[in-house]
């Protein structure tokens, strides 16, 4: 059981590239969700989906894409890469429901944008 | 927007010390989460709390969840050097599946 797979694991770019995050999961849930990680700010969320076609803007979407064909993938794709996207991005996936469902989180891709 | 205050962001103990992490915030939440974080990992569920006044243990581990649903704590005791690592609080207002979280406590334990 793979849980939640985020491809590629680090990445360097430059400034203007377009680019995009994977991630998969195994688990059948519904709602997927992309994160940034960066120093002193915790988790801010980027984009979310409730379910294949369903997505919705979090915190910080600005520059980023996300379509949700499939309940298995959720891509995050950058348009024109700007040194501000530098960070660490992670995808979770959780089952729909009530009472805090618990998120499971892939490993993260570290990118770096030049 | 909703936030979420966690503090304090650093915490430097030794082993066999207590601590408390805490995590504050002017709006009301469903549920709140705590997770912990290793380097080069993401974040794994330490406990939900969904109750107002809610209390959980895991071992040395002690959560509380405000009677009004808009702050947590964490509490350690005898902490260990296994117990090092990034400690964030996350707070989901409607079932949504939305996370907020806050800025996380990073905790290092010395033998």
């Known amino acids: 059981n793979a849980g939640v797979t985020q491809t590629p694991k680090f990445q360097v770019l430059k400034t203007g590239q377009s680019m995009t995050l994977q991630c998969a999961q195994d688990?059948?849930?519904?709602?997927m969700s992309w994160y940034r990680q960066d120093p002193g700010m915790g988790l801010r969320l980027i984009h979310y989906s409730v379910g294949a076609g369903i997505t919705d803007q979090g915190e910080v979407p600005n520059g980023y894409n996300v379509s949700r064909s499939t309940t298995e993938d959720f891509p995050l794709r950058l348009l024109s890469a700007a040194p501000s996207q530098t960070s660490v991005y992670f995808c979770?996936?959780?089952?729909?429901?009530?009472?805090?469902?618990?998120?499971?989180f892939g490993d993260g891709t570290r990118l770096s944008i030049l | 927007t909703q936030l979420l205050e966690q503090s304090p962001q650093f915490l430097s103990i030794q082993e066999g010390e207590n601590l408390t992490v805490y995590c504050n915030s002017s709006s009301v939440f469903s549920s709140l989460q705590w997770y912990r974080q290793e380097p080069g990992e993401g974040p794994v569920l330490l406990v939900t709390v969904v109750t107002g006044g809610e209390v959980k243990k895991l071992k040395r581990l002690t959560f509380q969840f405000g009677d009004a649903r808009k702050d947590s704590s964490l509490h350690i005791t005898a902490a260990q050097p296994g117990d090092t690592g990034l400690y964030l609080c996350?707070?989901?207002?409607?079932?949504?599946?939305?996370?907020?979280f806050g800025q996380g406590t990073t905790l290092q334990v010395k033998p």
């Open positions: 979770a996936s959780s089952q729909r429901g009530t009472g805090g469902q618990p998120q499971h």
């Open positions: 688990m059948n849930h519904e709602y």
């Open positions: 996350a707070g989901d207002s409607g079932n949504t599946g939305k996370l907020i």
